[in-house]
């Protein structure tokens, strides 16, 4: 090729260069400095495939999980609660995670059929929105004592979801008023207090669980053999099965025979005579329950239950 022939095509490529490169308003000058100056951002990696950087997803933290788990859960929730009228509200994550497949089994349909029917005819304890407060206090893995009722108070104002416990403002029942007669007694420094909510307890690990989650006003054990049971029996098998170290409290026959199949290889069982008034007497009263709990869960290497640890509702 001769000189002519070069310069003509070098002309020719700076021509072309020139027609395709327009000059870069001020804007864009500032884009392009802000680029190169930027600092690598942590959702972006440093290397390159063909020339294309890749980016990689932000780690999610621990929160965020968290929060996103509440809302498929929620999402859950809702759906199903419109297969069981209603009766799924407010179920804690971890709970509702491990109780799931009990939702959607025909026994739980149906007791969700009965007691959409119940409320709208009668009034029945505790309100809907609390039957499942006993899963709103913490992780089902962070169990470490469970205390088993029988069904829940049928007095106005009294049920709220947690066995033996009644709402701020209500009298503690007798068989409660026993429990306090017995921490006493049995745990140092303990002081009886003013009202029967038992909160504090369920915050640390402490489940308190009836063995029926509802029932009609002034008419006791009148949703028994509804489906409640299966489903109670499914948490403490999920308890029996998952965790390690729990302390059963069983008093009272029913209790006893509810919790006859816990493993006492992985659990340990404490048993008595329900706390009623008209039990209490022949052994609940000295049985040193709570202080032989904190005992083996120390023993476990665990935190011990501030028994003492009792403030009203709403308080803490």
């Known amino acids: ?160 979801g947690l066995c033996f416990s009644v709402q701020k403002g209500v009298t503690p029942p007798p068989s409660l008023e026993n429990m306090y007669k017995e921490l006493t007694t049995d745990i140092e420094g303990f002081k009886h207090p003013r009202h029967g909510t038992l909160i504090g307890w369920a915050k640390q690990g402490v489940l308190l669980l009836n063995a029926c989650l509802t029932v009609r006003a002034h008419e006791a054990n009148s949703h028994k053999d509804k489906g409640w049971e299966k489903l109670t029996d499914a948490v403490i098998s999920w308890l029996n099965k998952n965790s390690i170290g729990i302390v059963f409290m069983l008093w009272g026959a029913y209790a006893q025979k509810k919790g006859a199949f816990i493993d006492k290889k992985r659990h340990h069982v404490l048993k008595s005579v329900h706390p009623s008034p008209l039990s209490a007497h022949r052994g609940f009263i000295g049985c040193k329950h709570f202080s032989q709990c904190n005992e083996l869960l120390k023993k476990d290497g665990r935190k011990p239950i501030d028994w003492n640890r009792l403030p009203p509702q709403g308080a803490e």
Request: charged share 25%; hydrophobic share 30%; with cysteine.
């Open 1 to 160: 090729m001769n000189k002519t022939a070069i310069f003509l095509h070098i002309s020719l490529l700076f021509s072309v260069h020139g027609q395709n490169s327009k000059p870069k308003s001020n804007s864009q000058k500032r884009q392009c400095v802000d680029q190169e100056n930027r600092p690598v951002s942590n959702i972006e990696s440093q290397t390159q495939e063909g020339g294309v950087v890749k980016k990689d997803a932000t780690p999610l933290s621990p929160e965020q999980k968290k929060k996103i788990e509440e809302n498929r859960c929620a999402a859950l929730a809702k759906l199903n609660s419109k297969k069981t009228d209603g009766l799924l509200i407010n179920v804690g994550t971890s709970w509702y995670n491990a109780l799931e497949p009990e939702f959607s089994k025909p026994y739980f349909t149906e007791l969700s059929k009965f007691v959409a029917s119940e409320r709208s005819k009668k009034t029945i304890y505790p309100p809907a929105d609390q039957v499942f407060s006993w899963t709103n206090y913490g992780d089902i893995k962070e169990v470490k004592v469970v205390i088993l009722g029988q069904d829940p108070y049928h007095g106005p104002k009294q049920a709220h």
